[in-house]
Each structure stands twice: as C-alpha cells, then as structure tokens.
C-alpha cells in the first residue's frame, strides 16, 4: 500500500518495549532450492495477463547452455520463493577479456518475465521492480546477490561478454528464507480438494511474508502493516504458531506511537525501528483487536497486561471521532483503509470497526479488571450502537448507509455484520440480501473479500462462505496461483490500484486467511 | 586491445616464478578523494567531442540538492582518479516506503556525462562502459560500491525514489588506489611550462595505471600487456622506481608460456594467473627488451639469470619466422602489432623489432656469459642486418618498405632506425625525409608516436622531438586531457579503433612515456 498523506508526527519511542521486540527477532530457516525447468513465456489470451509459462528442458540442462551477447534463459523455480539467489557462472571460449554484463529480472509470475519492466508507467515506485543489471568482473565466478527477491521465475539475459568468450551458468540456487516452520502445522482434510489446495497454498502465502517480521508481500512493500498482520495473525495461530512473532510485532507497534499516542499505520525496521506517517483510523484500532486475538491464542496476560495502555488509547482516540450523534464525522481530514476502492465511502464501515474493537476492548478491560475503563467503553458501545441503527441503518433498503450521499457498500454491510450490531437472525438476512442484491460498490482486495467470508461464516452461512471462497480464492488457483496475490477482481483481472499489474504483489498477507477460516470454522 | 584470432595453446606452468611473482605483489596506496564542483555538460563544438564540462557550483553544496524520480547531479572530481567510489545517501521527506534506484555513470571525459551508453555501436564489449543501476533497500545508508572505476566525473541519476520521500548524497567520496609512490618522483624543470606540464600528467597516468600489476588501462583493459609494460618500466624507472612490480610482472609472463614457451601477449590475474590466447610477434619480443631494460636499470643479476631462457626463447621463436633470404614471412597466419591501424603491413617494422631485440639479447648474453647463445645471434643479427639492407631498403625512395607491396609507412622508419639498421647519420637523413615527405600510412597512438620521438632523440634531433611531443601530447593537453589517451589522431580527433569512441580509454600506460623522454634525453 501508499499514502501520499503528510502530517506532522512526533515519536514517542519506548526503549523497553522496543528492546522486547528486538528480543523476539526470530532465526530464519534457510532451505536451498533449485530450479524445476527452462521455460519460456507464450501469449496466450486464456491465461491470466495473457501470458503462460511454457516449459522446455528439465532445469538440469541449463549448464549445457552457452549465451553469449543477446541470449537469455528463463529459469522456472516451481514454486513461488522468497530468498537469495546464487549463480555459479563460467566463461566459454578464450579467457575472459571484458566483464560479463547481464540482467536478472525476477517474477512472481509469467508476465513479470513477458513484459518490459521500462513500460511501467503505475504511480507507486518502479524500484519495486525486481530487476538488476550486473557486471561480473571476474570469471569463473560464485555470484551471491546481496538483495532478497520474491520470485518463481528469474530471467537472465547475457548483455554482453565479448567476441571471445561467453558464459555457462553451472548452477542457480535459491537460498529461501522465513520464520515459518513448516513442521509445526497439523493436517487439513476436506472431501473437497479444492479447499485441501486452498489451505495449502494460504499456508505457503503466510509463509513466504513471515520474516523478520509479518510482511505485507515479500516483493512489495516489505513490511509490517496493522491490517495484514492481524489476520497474519490469526492464520498463523491455525498453522506455525509462531506467536513470539506475532508478540514481537505487537511490541514494535507499540514501541513508536505518535505523540498522542497512535500507533502508525505500518513500521519500517530497517535502519531501526521506524513507523511510518501514515495513520489509518481503522489500522490503528486493529492493535487493540490483535492483542485480543493474540491473548485468545496464548493466554499471554503480562504481555496484554504490558500492552493495554496502548490498546486502550487506539480506542480513546477511535471515539474521538464521533460526532454529538454518536456517528464518525467523514471530511477529508481522514484516512481508514477498508478497501482498495476509489469510491468506497469509509464512514459506516469504520464506525463498524469502531464497534467490532469496542466489544474486544470491553473483554480485555474485563480480563484486566479494568472496571472503569470497561464502564466507560460499555457506555460508549451502548451510544454508538444506537447512533449506528438510527442514522446509518435504513429499514426500507435493509442496509446500512455511508457518508452524505448514503452509500450502500458491500464493506459497510460486512463490517456491521462483524461488528454484530444487529441480532444473529438479522445479520444472515442481511447477508442473504447482500447476496442477492449486489450493490455496485463492491470489493476489490482479498483483504475485503476475507471479512465477507468470515461474516457469512459467522452467521452460519456455511454453503455460501465456501462457495465464495471457491470462486474467489479458487478462481486465484485456476489462473495458476503458487500464492494467493494482494489484488483479484473475478470481473477485472488485470486491476491494480497502482495503475500496473506489474508492481502488484503476487504473494500477499492478506490473502493468508482461508486456512485460519477453513481450520476455525468447519 | 583486442584480437580475435584464437587458436589452441596449452600453458606450460611454472609454480615457482609464480609465486615468485605472487611474493611482489604490491600493497596498494589509498588516498580519499572528495570532488571539487557540480557541474553540467554543455555542447561546443570547439571541445573534443563536443562537449565541455561546465562547473555550476562548488561540490560542497551537493548535501544540499534534494534529488527526486527523474533528477540528476554530475560531480567533477578535479582530476583522473582510480579507486572505489562511497556515496552517504539520506532520504528526505517521510520515511522511504521504496528502494531507491539510481543509475551511476563514470566517465573519464565529458563525452560520457552527456552521451547515452545505449548509443554505443562498437565492436568491443559494451561491458566496458562503467554504468550501473542500483538499488538501495536501506537509507541512510553509507554505499560501498565494490568495483573499481576509472573517472574523473560521475553522473548519478535518481530513476525512481516514491512519491513520499526524495534523496539526498551527504557525502561522495573516492578511495583512489595506486601501487605508484609519489614521494619517489624527483623533481624535473625545463624553461618550458608545457614540457613541465607534460612530465606530470604523464607521471599521473603511470600512476593511475599502476595497480596490482602494470595495467595497459584502469578503465578497459585493466591488465598486463607486454606492450604497455615495456614503456610503463622505463617511465617507472625516471619516476616512481617501483622496480619490484617490473619484475614480478616479468615472473608472471615467464610464469606461463605456451608449450612452444611463448609468452603470451598479454595476462589475466584474476581468478588466478592465466595468459590470453593472444600472441603477438613484436609482444613476445619485449619481454627480451624488457628484462634488458630491467637489468640496465637495476643490475638485478639473480632475476637476469632467472629469466634468461625465456628471454632467449623468445628470440629463437622470433627467428623461426625468417624466409631463407633473412626476411619475416609476411602471411595470414600471424599478428604482430605495430600500431592501430588497418593498412599498416606489419613486416617490416617487426623485422626492425627483431634486430632491436638482437641487439638487446646478445648484450645480456654477454653479461651471463653465455657464448654459444650470444655468438648464434651474432650471426643472425649479421644475416638480417644484410638482408634488410638487400630487400626492404629502396635507396632510390630512401625509404624502407614492408610487404609485397611494399608500403612505405612511419612506423616501419621509426622502427629501422630505433633498430639501428643504417649508420647514425644515415638515420638522421632518414626522420628528415620522414617528416618532409610524410607517407600516407601515418600513426595512430601515442604508443607509435612515442617511438617516433624516441627515434628522433636517438639520433639527436631534439627539437624536432620536443616540437613533435608538444604537438601530439601537447594537443591532448589543450583538448584537456587529466592523463595521456589510448587514441589521439590529431587529424580525426573521434578516431577509435573499436567503432566508438565512448570505449577508449583516456588514461592509457603507452601514453605516459613522455616523462620517460625528457628525463633520460634532454
């Protein structure tokens, strides 16, 4: 994700939580992989980008391959891989007079190895493009690339060598790394071997993003946002519970609120702990759901216990926002994230989230003995409650409305489901009309489609929460998915919020959740 | 240089003069550069190229340019340097939520600053132009690039930032490294400022051509001819006297000869010490000529008596192609050579190489006392002698001549009388003639026209060898030169043998031998 939002925040930094979570940096595991195949990319107009990846020779043959100026090879890594990568390169020919020149292009997916990475014309960085140019000075030659990439495939063209020699690549590994161990998730069965491949290729997504930290993707942006980790989170308790991870992550948000106390959006670790000044009021809520979550799963009640202050001041500053009526004012001083959707209005939504954190506030303030802040947040639920049904709920549609122009949103109607602000019965006929009636404003991320999912799931509307995951994470699957991507609208395949298919990232977080929905729910 | 003609040798290694080679290596002298101004490159058509470099404001002011997608700053590091390049690199504006990616162009001359390299069309690897693009995961961050670069500009261009936040480069720096010790220059005047002028910049590019071995050039080809080597040990002995790199040089040549123990025209250091598949009739002689001037310079008995048999095998391998008349069999089957320059015949000139050489071996036969050895080339230098005289001297020319169509070139001139072919006088009559009538078949590098002065201060026409070097490395001093070039036609100043001059090399070891010049002769 990026915001182009600028304000002025001050770091508050908390040296002892930000110890704790220096403390908890897991050790990654490393596995050397090699590749699968040579292949080459084909048009194809039935495949996702128009471009399919052709297979030509058993990976094998590669160092019986000679390239001189203008060649290339594609190298097919069967999997989606997030690591390093090594060369063992060799001259061919007379001694080598001039430095091999060559460019690697890394690809989470064919079109990545198809399409000029110069004909990017999206508004967020090209330097997310994985794509280097290297001269190698000295041949033979072990090359270890210093940068971590996120890739199937790797493309290698041979730029130059000279007219006396070229080169042999004798070798291509990936040294691939995560903080996920594979071996502590049980087993899944299902009659359905759709939902079998689904849960497997969720659990390889969370893998390859669990690092340092719980990355949104691994190509792009790197990093550590509220959103993703929450429900990295929760698969994560389903499959490699690596709850120290999720701890960790929990202690850096807490370790760099603002000055007010807010935590950011999302955190940089690199040089050191650094948030971001990007601020989202729904994100923001998020720390105090993830802390219930992560107490739900662990019991952990020195680090709830340690945390609460912060969790409790996201819902301080979330009430802030709420009007004499009890309803979030919406101007353009804000930013909640919901969805990637130009014209979603935010409002309802949020207030749900608003509700949805209240009720996991109240549970933790309760655990705490926190009885007057439980009272207040009690009183305050009982408010905005109200607030919501009398202004924001239209009896003659059946739906929840947003913003001045009353928008009806799937968002809004799947949040108010979450958030349980009407009664179970209500919520599934909510649901049902949802289904039916299909408001124009639709959903456009996993992310949005997974809290769909997991309110028809909610409201016992197992049949349909299965079917959608099926069309939606399924349909991922059938376009050849080795990880479920950041972005997949069914109606527009080639969507990017960025403005190019190119930059989006394949393998994303956020897309994790059918194994935490399949192994919970069913 | 480059030569494609390959044909199969096998190496004959000798692990002691290897090692005896590896036992000299130099520890290199490291100095830490800052540049001097920002500039720009300006078309003037008055400029060589094209091109001038224009300051625009002291280097001290670059922390202050904030650069973003698309913006770029050219820095003038006030003169010819040879080292690593470390860039301080901060963000500016929100934290970096994208890798920086730049591209770093070194450039020697002004040419490269301004003309794109994707320009270039010439027939020698592409590799050679010194560009990168990088990423930089991390900011702040302290940038070491690992290769070596030969420049006096760098271009940095920002391709892409994101849109939160822009860079800035604190600091730039240069280790320039050199196995040359400037303490050990004696001091040199002359009454004429561009002779003084000459001498230094001469002495500058041996400097930034000293490494770890003798390189021909530190931007391409970054390693040990015998061609350069030759001029660059008799410029050390006048300068820097680092006449332990001559002879470990001399150790690595003998090191790995043919099977015929030909050494090769030129050597690899790395990954370890491998001879080229190039040999070249006039290059294989100067090791001969070479450990001569060694001996004369350093009275280094031990290392004579060492090196004496491939010293002497390399005159046995240059008789072998005499014709029964005393004449080099002029055919398809060899290289020698001579100059760049495509109708240059080579015959003649190289027949003037054997005799120079003659007459050095037989010198050093002399001193080893080796008889036998001494008294066959004896006859030989005889037999050749008469025979030059007989068949490529045209008395009613007054030329020599080379080939079956007996082409009358300056080079084979220089060469005869460097060779010592006709008595001095006759000499003197024959560079009179040479300068009046100037044959077609002119000179092309400063390594032909250093022999052309060379020749003149032999047979003392010293100020037609003073105007002569004023005029040639006097005319690059006037073009701007920081050190002395590879090519320089004064006559088609853009004349590159390689199909484009953006791969010529503007510091060039042939090119430094003026200092040798005026310090030995005037």
């Given at each position: 994700m990026s915001f182009q939002k600028n304000q002025t925040h001050e770091v508050k930094r908390n040296k002892s939580f930000e110890e704790k979570a220096e403390s908890l940096k897991p050790t990654l595991f490393r596995h050397v992989i090699e590749p699968t195949n040579l292949i080459d990319v084909v048009e194809n107009k039935e495949k996702i980008h128009n471009w399919e990846a052709k297979p030509l020779k058993p990976a094998n043959e590669l160092s019986e391959e000679v390239l001189g100026k203008g060649d290339r090879v594609i190298l097919d890594f069967g999997d989606h891989q997030v690591g390093y990568l090594q060369l063992h390169i060799v001259p061919v020919g007379s001694p080598p007079d001039a430095p091999l020149h060559m460019r690697l292009t890394f690809g989470e997916m064919p079109v990545e190895m198809a399409e000029s990475f110069s004909s990017y014309d999206g508004w967020i960085s090209s330097s997310w493009l994985q794509e280097e140019t290297i001269h190698v000075d000295v041949l033979p030659n072990q090359l270890s690339l210093p940068r971590r990439y996120s890739f199937r495939y790797l493309k290698i063209e041979v730029l130059d060598t000279s007219p006396k020699y070229k080169v042999s690549f004798k070798k291509a590994t990936v040294e691939a790394v995560t903080s996920a161990d594979v071996c502590k998730v049980g087993s899944f069965s299902h009659d359905d071997p759709e939902l079998v491949e689904i849960d497997r290729v969720s659990i390889k997504t969370l893998q390859d993003c669990m690092q340092d930290v719980f990355e949104d993707g691994p190509k792009r942006d790197r990093r550590l946002w509220l959103g993703d980790l929450r429900l990295q989170a929760l698969a994560n308790y389903s499959t490699f519970k690596n709850n120290d991870l999720v701890k960790r992550n929990l202690y850096q948000f807490a370790a760099v609120p603002n000055q007010d106390g807010q935590v950011s959006a999302n955190l940089f670790n690199e040089p050191f702990l650094i948030p971001d000044d990007t601020f989202l009021y729904d994100y923001s809520l998020f720390f105090t759901t993830t802390l219930y979550d992560y107490f739900q799963a662990t019991k952990d009640y020195e680090t709830l216990e340690e945390l609460w202050p912060t969790a409790y001041r996201q819902v301080e500053i979330g009430l802030k926002r709420l009007d004499n009526h009890g309803i979030l004012k919406d101007d353009e001083s804000w930013w909640s994230f919901i969805d990637w959707h130009q014209d979603l209005n935010k409002q309802a939504p949020s207030q749900a989230i608003l509700i949805y954190t209240l009720r996991r506030a109240i549970s933790l303030a309760d655990t705490l003995g926190k009885k007057e802040e439980q009272e207040k947040m009690e009183k305050h639920l009982k408010l905005v409650l109200e607030a919501t049904i009398i202004h924001l709920w239209q009896e003659d549609l059946g739906f929840f409305v947003s913003g001045e122009n009353a928008q009806v949103s799937w968002a809004t109607q799947v949040w108010m489901v979450l958030a349980e602000v009407l009664q179970p019965e209500k919520n599934q006929e909510l649901l049902t009309r949802l289904l039916e009636n299909k408001p124009n404003i639709e959903m456009n991320t996993p992310y949005m489609h997974h809290h769909l999912v997991e309110a028809l799931l909610m409201v016992d509307m197992k049949k349909e929460a299965l079917d959608w995951m099926k069309m939606y994470w399924g349909g991922m699957l059938k376009e050849g998915a080795d990880t479920f991507w950041e972005l997949y609208n069914p109606k527009d395949k080639e969507f990017s919020p960025y403005g190019n298919?190119?930059?989006?990232?394949?393998?994303?977080?956020?897309?994790?959740t059918p194994t935490y929905l399949l192994r919970e729910y069913l």
């Open positions: 298919h190119l930059i989006n990232s394949y393998c994303h977080a956020w897309s994790c």
